[in-house]
């Protein structure tokens, strides 16, 4: 297996966050940032660069293309800008991929205004800052709203055999109507259900258990307006 960590980079705002996680991991792999937006002219000697059009998909793609333009990789883990992953995050992924044509996690640990939650996404696809994928049965990632869900339909309509990996070692990090979804906190929850709630629980503790939980149910009609 020859891995590769396809970053898409759409805001140097975000370098530091990126450099951070990356760093981390146990394991390490080669890195190709796909940048556009804010981030199009980025140039940077100690990673690897390629241009992509603007959406998040575009960026999947453009890496992914990268790959295989007379390159030996054979296998893909993304990793988001914006998001916090645990030192296990590539090592997870990898091990799952050892099995599987692509990965990656259907509950998701969420950082909201209030601090951690974790969501179980019942019925949900795979996150998109979470995939991983054998770069030989990759299918384009669409450049449509939910890129990562139609991204697993389209996986599985292919007879990709897919592995959750568990929501340990990664959290998706809301900064407020962020730039992947334009969505405040309430609608989040609205959109994703009940959550458990780790008062005290600090990001990093996604790495092993968080500790004391309660469950929040999701926000009423009521309040749903009201933060619109």
């Given at each position: 297996m020859t891995p590769l960590v396809i970053v898409p980079f759409h805001d140097p705002a975000w370098l530091a966050n990126v450099e951070a996680n990356l760093c981390r991991q146990t394991v390490q792999a080669r890195v190709v940032f796909a940048v556009n937006g804010k981030a199009a002219d980025f140039t940077s000697a100690r990673?690897?660069?390629t241009p992509s059009g603007t959406s998040h998909a575009a960026a999947v793609n453009a890496g992914v293309e990268w790959a295989r333009d007379d390159r030996?990789?054979?296998h893909a883990v993304l990793m988001d800008s914006?998001?916090?992953y645990g030192p296990g995050y590539l090592a997870?992924?990898?091990e799952a991929?050892?099995?599987a044509d692509c990965c990656g996690k259907r509950a998701v640990y969420t950082w909201l205004e209030n601090g951690l939650h974790l969501f179980d996404r019942v019925g949900g696809r795979f996150m998109g800052g979470t995939l991983g994928f054998n770069i030989k049965k990759f299918r384009p990632m669409p450049a449509v709203h939910q890129d990562d869900t139609e991204w697993c339909r389209a996986m599985e309509e292919s007879g990709a055999v897919g592995v959750d990996t568990g929501p340990t070692q990664y959290a998706y990090v809301r900064h407020g109507a962020n730039a992947h979804w334009q969505a405040n906190d309430t609608i989040v929850r609205k959109a994703w259900g009940s959550s458990r709630f780790f008062p005290g629980a600090l990001v990093h503790d996604v790495n092993g258990d968080p500790g004391i939980s309660f469950m929040r149910p999701p926000p009423s009609d009521a309040e749903v307006f009201e933060a619109m």
């Open positions: 990673w690897q660069v030996d990789f054979t914006d998001d916090y997870q992924a990898l991929l050892k099995t």
